[in-house]
Every structure is written in structure tokens, then in C-alpha cells.
């Protein structure tokens, strides 16, 4: 076969398989049989020097001439293959805009937490810090300082879980006081809402956890007419302009003197229902004025300042605010229950 005719071989060869090749292997491995080292292109170059030399010119520029084309058409299908890719690859990746996504349930706060931040709103809006402290407590902190001293029958009440014989559970937010107290210097106003524990039975008006808001106001000159002007703007910022407190003496160790105080009913306004027992009042807070005692034992100076405090149950104020008979429903985490405080 002659030169020429072997070079036509090669060309067509090359142009038919070129033809078929869809992807980057198939064209490296034409590239490789053509134009290799051992490529037939190359070989055939490699035999020129059997041609008698006034042959040689002529043949090299035709080898050459065939080689660049050939070498045009493979750059110009690599080019053609890589933007294919591309394509590919883009359109496994598209995203379609228009699919319907799939349904994600958006939560809602609880009832409990709800409650929580309309009171801190209502209590910062009277220029009081939001203040918080651990659920396992110091006995120390629980009891001892707020004049609850080991063995003092007071502690009845509030039957806990202890970890050990110094550490609590926190059986209300009290402990609250007398580190804010420790820590700061008069004048202080703080509410701390938060977790407490108590040893008792569940049923629908107890549990072993439930949530409570303490307050605390320590300043010079502060008298029980701050207390209840405070607890008044409290209850009607929470219920409306036409519920007003009313204080009842009662006990705390940490008070002196103590009240227990109730609200207007919200249910009635004050006539008397099945929710107030027919009174027209509901007791919702204890309250009263800081026993010098636990001022100075918390170092601060009883003669020259005076304060109040009170505290509040969280659930009792959901139950109250959102007409709520069983206090086991905050707790069963039920969707069907909780969904239905979605403030939008
Ligand atoms: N700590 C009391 C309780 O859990 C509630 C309480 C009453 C808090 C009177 C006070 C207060 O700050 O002055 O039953």
C-alpha cells in the first residue's frame, strides 16, 4: 500500500470513528491510536525515511496536513463534549421553583411561655430587670436565707427533691432574691421567672414542676402602697382597666408583713361564678414586705433600705388568661392543645 493510500485509510478511519464518539474517554483513546507515540499517524511519519529523499518533502507536508486537521476536528469535538457535560450537569442539578414543597409544621410558643414574656413585658415596662437563677439550688439560698432555717415547720410546705443535704431542687423562685440581693446594691427591681419543684402529686391543679415569677424591689422609703400600686398595674395591664388587687394578711418567713393577694375575677368581673367560688375574687400571688432579716443577713442594711416582693404561679395565670381547667394539659405536650395559642 502507498503512502498516500495508507494516509487516506488513516483520515477516513479517523473521521468515522470520530463520529461516534459521545464522550472524553472514547476521544482520548482515538487521540492515543492516531497521534500517540505509537499512533498510526506517528508510525507512518516514522517510515518516511524509506521513501527516496525527493519524496520526503512532499510526503511530510501531507502527513503533517492531515495530522493538524485531524488535530482541529478532536479540539474541536473536546470542546463540544465538555460544554455537553456541563449541560448534564446543570440540568441534574436544576432546581424546579414551582415543585410544591413538603409540609413543615411550624411550631408555636407554649401557652406557659407565652404568659412568661407578657409578664417580664409588663414588669420591664415598670423599669424592672429580667433576672434568672439555677433550678438546683443551695439550700442556703432555698430556705436558710429567707429565714427558713433548718427544722422551721415552714419548710413543710414546700417539701423537695434533694440532691444532697446542702442542694435542692428550687422550690420557688425566691433563691432569686437573695442572690440578687448578694450581688447587687440598692435600689434593685427584678423579676426572675423560672422552673420550680415541689414533692407533690400530680393532679389538675398540681405538679412537681411548674413555673413561677418572683419580684423584688429594694430602695430607700419603699412601703407596702408601692406593692399593691404595683400589683394593681400588673393585674389590670394583664386583664383589663377594671380588675383591682386585694391583699389578705397571710404568712411567709420571708415577709413581714405578708399578704396573700387575689384579683378581680377575670371570669365574672366581680359578681361571683363557678371559676371564684361565688366570692368574685381569685387568689393568684403571695406577697409582701422583705423581712429586715433576710435584708441584713443578705447584706443589706435594713435601717437604711426597705423593700417588697412578691411571687406568682405562671400556671395559674395561663389557666386564668386562657379559661384552662387542668394543669396537666401545659405538660402532655399535645399539639392538638398547643397549637391552639399560635399568635399571629
Ligand atoms: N415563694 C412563695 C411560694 O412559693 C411565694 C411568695 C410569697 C414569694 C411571698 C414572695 C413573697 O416573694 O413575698 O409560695
Not at 512532499?58 to 496536513?65: S, T
Not at 421553583?97 to 407578657?118: F, K, M, N, W, Y
Not at 423599669?127 to 432555717?149: A, H, S, Y
Not at 383591682?244 to 397571710?250: A, D
Request: hydrophobic letters at 35%.
Amino acid at each position: 500500500m502507498d503512502m498516500q493510500e495508507q494516509l487516506r485509510r488513516i483520515q477516513e478511519e479517523a473521521s468515522a470513528q470520530l463520529e461516534g464518539i459521545r464522550d472524553k474517554a472514547g476521544l482520548d483513546a482515538l487521540r492515543l491510536k492516531m497521534l500517540g507515540k505509537k499512533g498510526e499517524l506517528t508510525m507512518l511519519l516514522r517510515s518516511m525515511g524509506q521513501l527516496p529523499a525527493e519524496e520526503r518533502p512532499k510526503a511530510g507536508q501531507m502527513i503533517n496536513a492531515v495530522r493538524e486537521r485531524l488535530t482541529a476536528h478532536m479540539d474541536e469535538l473536546d470542546a463540544k463534549i465538555k460544554q455537553l457535560e456541563q449541560e448534564k450537569k446543570l440540568e441534574r442539578e436544576a432546581i424546579d421553583v414551582t415543585e410544591p414543597r413538603a409540609h413543615t409544621p411550624i411550631g408555636c410558643p407554649h401557652p406557659i411561655s407565652l404568659v412568661q414574656d407578657q409578664l417580664c413585658d409588663v414588669f420591664t415596662g415598670m423599669g424592672f430587670d429580667v433576672v434568672e437563677g439555677p433550678e438546683v439550688e443551695f439550700d442556703l439560698f432555698n430556705f436558710e436565707l429567707l429565714n427558713l432555717p433548718k427544722n422551721h415547720p415552714a419548710r413543710d410546705a414546700q417539701d423537695t427533691f434533694y440532691i444532697d443535704e446542702n442542694i435542692v431542687l428550687r422550690t420557688h423562685t425566691s433563691p432569686v432574691q437573695a442572690r440578687t440581693m448578694r450581688s447587687r446594691k440598692p435600689p434593685i427591681r427584678i423579676v426572675c421567672p423560672g422552673r420550680v419543684y415541689r414533692a407533690d402529686e400530680v393532679d389538675a391543679t398540681h405538679s412537681p414542676v411548674f413555673h413561677q415569677m418572683e419580684g423584688l424591689v429594694i430602695d430607700k422609703d419603699v412601703t407596702m402602697a408601692d406593692l399593691k400600686g404595683t400589683l394593681d398595674a400588673f393585674a389590670q395591664n394583664l386583664y383589663g382597666e377594671d380588675v383591682t388587687t386585694r391583699f389578705r394578711p397571710s404568712f411567709f418567713p420571708f415577709t413581714e408583713p405578708s399578704a396573700e393577694v387575689d384579683l378581680t375575677c377575670v371570669n365574672c368581673h366581680g359578681k361571683g361564678c363557678r371559676v371564684c367560688k361565688g366570692t368574685g375574687w381569685i387568689e393568684v400571688l403571695g406577697a409582701g414586705m422583705v423581712n429586715p432579716k433576710v435584708l441584713d443577713m443578705c447584706g443589706i442594711d435594713s435601717k437604711t433600705y426597705s423593700g417588697f416582693a412578691f411571687g406568682v404561679g405562671l400556671e395559674r395565670i395561663a389557666m386564668l388568661r386562657y379559661g384552662i381547667t387542668d394543669m396537666r394539659l401545659f405538660y402532655e405536650g399535645d399539639v392538638r392543645f398547643l397549637s391552639q395559642f399560635r399568635e399571629d
